[in-house]
């Protein structure tokens, strides 16, 4: 059986080591799933998320120049939704320990908005800068 990259097969775990687990493809092929695409989640150790003899349902996203094949096993399904609220402390980008919540500010909505938005906030932070050496270099002050 031939399949590149993008295929997803069904496969049996055959080793596990502290990098990643080696899995057993159709056509007598095998191939390796990094530690990083064992789950979404970090892992520490791979055998808390496998098992010989596992059957596996994985992503082939690479095939060397060797012929060796790089699997994963999250990118072959879904990611898992995120739980209401999780993401940053406090459940957003403004708003503190306890005070009243602002909105936040509208994103830009393609790069080269944001890079003018970056340029700009840069130019005045500069400015800024600039003005203050200017008030210690008339003070006198020695460095």
Known sequence: MEFGVGSV???KVTGITKFGAFVSLPG???????????AYTYVNDVKE?????????VKVIGID????INLS??????PPPRPAGSGRPGGGRSGGFGGPRKAAPAE????EDRLKQFMASSDSKLSEL??????????GGRK
């Open 49 to 57: 998320h496998l098992k010989e003899g596992q059957e596996v349902k």
């Open 28 to 38: 007598g092929k095998s191939g390796l799933v990094h530690i990083s695409e064992i």
């Open 9 to 11: 097969l069904e496969g």
């Open 108 to 111: 830009p909505a393609t790069f």
């Open 73 to 78: 096993i999250k990118k072959a399904a879904p």
């Open 130 to 139: 600039r003005q203050a050496e200017r008030r210690g270099s008339r003070r």
């Open 65 to 68: 120049e060797s012929g060796r």
